[in-house]
């Protein structure tokens, strides 16, 4: 018999499972508004924000944040929801691969030729994208308990 209560549907936890397009658009634009912080943050700090690509200075604006931040977890949490249909087991596995996406990728500011105030903004960026990701994952983990 099911019931028409709204609490007989909620979780242990007694909170309501989000659906996951909400979980992953959620935390895409939340990745975004941190890392406009982080921007704002390093801007303020007086890093350069100027990084080398292809041998040009290249500005990093709000644009290129905003788009970065939104596309990588869409993306990627997206491609995991995809593959979590076929085998759940790629839930944990993508939560795994999340955080190590988001370590390997903050080194890279560690070598490029940019102040330090512009690689810890960067290295900040990459690591609350992943954080974000995991969580987001996990979120999805729980609800389908």
């Known amino acids: 018999m099911t019931s ?8 242990a936890t007694g909170f309501r499972a989000l659906p ?26 007086d890093a350069s924000l100027v990084i080398e690509m292809n041998g040009e200075p290249d500005t990093i604006g709000a644009t290129d944040v905003i788009f970065m931040s939104l596309a990588a977890p869409l993306i990627g949490l997206t491609a995991v929801l995809l593959l979590a249909r076929w ?9 795994i691969l999340a955080g190590a996406v988001a370590v390997l990728t903050a080194i890279g500011p560690l070598t490029m030729d940019t102040d330090g105030g512009t690689a810890a903004t960067l290295i900040v960026m990459h690591l609350s994208v992943g954080v974000l990701g995991v969580a987001a994952l996990e979120m999805i983990r729980r609800s389908r308990l």
Do not use: C, E, M, Y
């Open 87 to 95: 085998q759940p087991v790629f839930l944990p596995a993508g939560q």
């Open 4 to 11: 028409s209560n709204p609490a007989a549907t909620r979780s």
């Open 20 to 45: 996951a397009w909400q979980v992953v658009a959620g935390s895409a634009v939340l990745a975004a508004i941190v890392n406009l912080l982080v921007l704002l943050i390093g801007n303020a700090a």
